[in-house]
C-alpha cells in the first residue's frame, strides 16, 4: 500500500475522524449500502417466495432446487467477468449494468407465466449478484479515503446482511396474500434506487488515472476529498505507480504461492459447506418442518430469527475482527456453529419431513420446535460473527500481490460453486437421509473446518499486506 502524503491521512485516528466527510463521499456510501442491500435482498427473498410458486407451478423438489440455486449459479459467471467488465468500463458503469439487470431480472421474475422463465429470471439476478458482489467493494475500495475505507467496504457487507432481512420482512408482510411475484418484483425500487443514486456519481480516481484520464481524476477527487485533492491524488499517484503487472495463471497455480490458494479456496468453501446458504434460502421450509404450521409463522420465525439475528451479529465482526483476530473469531463461530447444528438435528430426531404443502392451521409449536429455532439462531449469530465476514477479509489479505486479483477470483469461484452445490441439493438431500442427518452432516464439517483452520490458517491481524507476503516467501524458499 502507498504511503500517504497527506497530513490529513498521517495523522492519528482520532484527527483523521475530525476530518469532514463531503455529500460526494456521502453519496458514495449511499451507493455501497443500496448495492449491498440489494444483494442480499435477491439471496434472501426467495425463502417467502417459495410456498407461493410450489402452489401456482405444482413444480418437483428438483425444480424448487434450480429455481432457488440458479441464482448462483448466474452470480459465479458475473462474478468471473466482473472483474474485466469493471477494468475496460469502469466501476460506475459496472454498477449500474449490475443495477439494470437487478431491475430487468426482478421483472422477469415477477411476471414469469411459467418455471422455465422464472429461472431465466433467477439467472438474470444471479449475474447482476456477481457483478455487484466484485464491482460495488472494489468502488468502496477505491473511492473512500483511507481514513473511512474500512468503513464503506464493511458497509457493504453490512447492506447485504440488512437486505436480507428486509427480504424477510417483505416475505412477512406479504405471506397472507400468495404475493410471490410482488416478493420478488419488489427488487426492482431499490435497483431503480441505485441507478439513480450512481449517476451523478463519478467513477474512481484510480480508474481514472489508469485510462490516462487526469483531469477526470482530479475532479472526482476534488469531491470525496475537497480538504486536500492534491493530497489524494499523490496517494493515488504512488499506488499505481506500485502496482505490478497483472499475474498469469499459470503463476497464480504455481507451486511458490500454492499455499495461499489453498488457504484462499479452502476457506471460501467451508464458507459455504457448513450450510448457511441452504438455512438462507430454505428457512420457511425448515421452519415449517420445525412444527412452525402457518405460513405467517414461518416467515415470522425467518425474518426475526434468521434475518435480524444475522444484523446484529455481522456488527460484532465489524467491531471486533480488528481487536480479536481473524482466528479466534473464526474458531469461536465454527464452536457456536456445530455445537447449535447439532441441537438442530436432535431436534429435527423428533420432527417429521419438511411438508410438501404448507399446514394452514396453526397446531403450536412444540418442544423441538422450540430448540431448532433456538439452535438457528444460535447458529446464525456464530456465523454472522465469524465464517461471514471474516473469511473474506482473510481471502484479501492472504494473497501476494502479483496474483492477489486472480486468486480472490479463484477463490470467489469456488464460493459461488460450493454455494450453488448446497442450496441446489439441500432438500434432496433431507429427503434421502432426512433433516436430522442433514445437520448433523454440515456440523461435522464445522468440526473439519475448525480443524483445518487451527492447523493451516495464519493470524493477519497487525501484519501489514507486505508482511504477510514476506511471510508466504519465506515458507517457499523464494526471496
Same mark, same amino acid.
Given at each position: ?18 476530518? &469532514?466527510?463531503?455529500?460526494? $463521499? ?10 449491498? %442491500? ?5 439471496? !434472501?427473498?426467495?425463502?417467502?417466495? $417459495? ?11 428438483? @425444480? ?39 431491475? !430487468? ?12 422463465? =422464472? ?9 447482476? %449478484? ?8 472494489? #468502488? ?24 436480507? +432481512? ?23 425500487? &431499490? ?8 449517476? &451523478? ?23 470525496v476529498r475537497p480538504d486536500d485533492p492534491a493530497a489524494g491524488m499523490a496517494e493515488i499517484e504512488a499506488s499505481i505507480a506500485e502496482d505490478v503487472p497483472q499475474a498469469t495463471w499459470a503463476e497464480v497455480f504455481a507451486k511458490r504461492w500454492r499455499t495461499p490458494l489453498l488457504l484462499g479456496i479452502g476457506l471460501a468453501v467451508f464458507q459455504q459447506i457448513t450450510g448457511i446458504n441452504a438455512i438462507?434460502? #430454505? ?7 420445525? !412444527? +412452525? ?30 481487536? /480479536? ?25 423428533? /420432527? ?20 431448532? /429455532? ?8 456464530? +456465523? ?15 494473497? &501476494? ?15 459461488? !460453486?460450493?454455494?450453488? $452445490?448446497?442450496?441446489?441439493?439441500? =432438500? ?10 442433514? +445437520? ?6 464445522? @468440526? ?7 492447523? #493451516? ?20 524458499? %523464494?526471496?
Amino acid at each position: 500500500m502507498a504511503s500517504t502524503t497527506s497530513e490529513a491521512a498521517g495523522a492519528p485516528p482520532e484527527e483523521q475522524s475530525s476530518v &469532514p466527510i463531503s455529500r460526494w $463521499l456521502w453519496l458514495t456510501g449511499a451507493v455501497i449500502l443500496v448495492a449491498g %442491500v440489494l444483494f442480499g435482498y435477491d439471496q !434472501g427473498v426467495i425463502a417467502g417466495a $417459495l410456498i407461493g410458486i410450489e402452489k401456482e407451478f405444482n413444480v418437483s423438489t428438483q @425444480l424448487v432446487e434450480v429455481i432457488t440455486s440458479w441464482v448462483t449459479l448466474g452470480a459465479l459467471v458475473g462474478a468471473l467477468i466482473a472483474g474485466t467488465v469493471a477494468d475496460r468500463i469502469g466501476r460506475r458503469p459496472a454498477i449500474m449494468g449490475a443495477a439494470v439487470l437487478f431491475v !430487468g431480472g426482478a421483472l422477469v421474475e415477477a411476471f414469469a407465466p411459467n418455471p422455465t422463465v =422464472l429461472v431465466v429470471g433467477r439467472l438474470i439476478v444471479g449475474f447482476g %449478484v456477481g457483478v455487484a458482489s466484485v464491482a460495488a467493494p472494489l #468502488y468502496a475500495s477505491e473511492m473512500a479515503p483511507t481514513r473511512v475505507r474500512g468503513r464503506f467496504v464493511s458497509g457493504y457487507q453490512f447492506g447485504i446482511t440488512f437486505g436480507i +432481512f428486509l427480504a424477510y420482512l417483505v416475505d412477512e408482510l406479504l405471506s397472507s396474500g400468495d404475493a410471490w411475484r410482488a416478493m420478488l418484483g419488489v427488487s426492482a425500487v &431499490p435497483a431503480l434506487l441505485l441507478v439513480l443514486l450512481i449517476l &451523478p456519481s463519478s467513477d474512481t480516481p484510480r480508474w481514472y488515472l489508469s485510462k490516462g484520464r487526469t483531469d477526470d481524476a482530479e475532479r472526482a477527487v476534488e469531491r470525496v476529498r475537497p480538504d486536500d485533492p492534491a493530497a489524494g491524488m499523490a496517494e493515488i499517484e504512488a499506488s499505481i505507480a506500485e502496482d505490478v503487472p497483472q499475474a498469469t495463471w499459470a503463476e497464480v497455480f504455481a507451486k511458490r504461492w500454492r499455499t495461499p490458494l489453498l488457504l484462499g479456496i479452502g476457506l471460501a468453501v467451508f464458507q459455504q459447506i457448513t450450510g448457511i446458504n441452504a438455512i438462507i434460502y #430454505y428457512a420457511n421450509k425448515i421452519f415449517a418442518a420445525a !412444527g +412452525f404450521s402457518t405460513v405467517a409463522d414461518q416467515t415470522a420465525a425467518t425474518t426475526w430469527a434468521i434475518g435480524a439475528v444475522n444484523v446484529v451479529a455481522t456488527l460484532i465482526a465489524v467491531a471486533f475482527v480488528d481487536r /480479536l483476530g481473524r482466528r479466534p473469531l473464526l474458531l469461536a463461530g465454527l464452536v457456536g456453529m456445530g455445537l447449535s447444528l447439532t441441537a438442530v438435528g436432535f431436534a429435527f430426531r423428533s /420432527l417429521s419431513d419438511i411438508p410438501a404443502e404448507p399446514v394452514t392451521q396453526s397446531a403450536g409449536v412444540t418442544n423441538s420446535g422450540v430448540v431448532a /429455532l433456538v439452535g438457528l439462531v444460535i447458529y446464525i449469530a456464530s +456465523f454472522a460473527f465469524s465464517l461471514g465476514p471474516v473469511v473474506w477479509t482473510l481471502i484479501n489479505e492472504i494473497f &501476494p500481490r502479483d496474483i492477489r486479483g486472480r486468486g480472490v477470483a479463484v477463490a470467489t469461484a469456488f464460493n459461488w !460453486g460450493s454455494a450453488w $452445490l448446497v442450496s441446489q441439493f439441500f =432438500l434432496s438431500l433431507t429427503d434421502s437421509i432426512g433433516q436430522a442427518s442433514t +445437520f448433523w452432516l454440515f456440523a461435522a464439517l464445522c @468440526l473439519v473446518a475448525f480443524v483445518w483452520i487451527w492447523r #493451516y490458517v495464519p493470524e493477519t491481524r497487525g501484519r501489514s499486506l507486505e508482511e504477510i507476503e514476506a511471510m508466504w516467501r519465506q515458507r517457499s524458499g %523464494v526471496e
